[in-house]
């Protein structure tokens, strides 16, 4: 999906990094790659990203939690990863407004 858009468009933008998987890594392998792949389209990576292990347990099929399996750091987690988000963007929203783009 990341070449559907011209690298153009994702310069100077963050990125919020949220993987899954059945098993009880979570996607965290993939996550690292896109990690490391987002500099090369000038994109910034936050820091905090969020990995759902067993993602079958965690969310139910319409999108909602299953607070009865999910893990208790997952609300916080990801309020967190939305707060960073819009952090950063706000800060690079600024910086390009001052000193222009990538």
Do not use: C, Q
């Amino acid at each position: 999906m990341m070449d559907h858009f011209a690298p153009a468009s994702y310069a100077g933008k963050p990125a919020g990094i949220v993987s899954y998987s059945m098993g009880s890594a979570g996607g965290i392998r993939a996550a690292t790659h896109l990690r490391d792949f987002l500099p090369a389209i000038s994109m910034a990576a936050i820091p905090h990203s969020l990995a759902i292990a067993e993602v079958h347990n965690v969310i139910s099929e319409d999108g909602t939690i299953k607070k009865e399996t999910a893990p208790a750091t997952l609300p916080k987690s990801a309020e967190k990863l939305g707060r960073d988000l819009y952090w950063y963007a706000s800060a690079l929203k600024n910086h390009r407004m001052a000193n222009g783009g990538p």
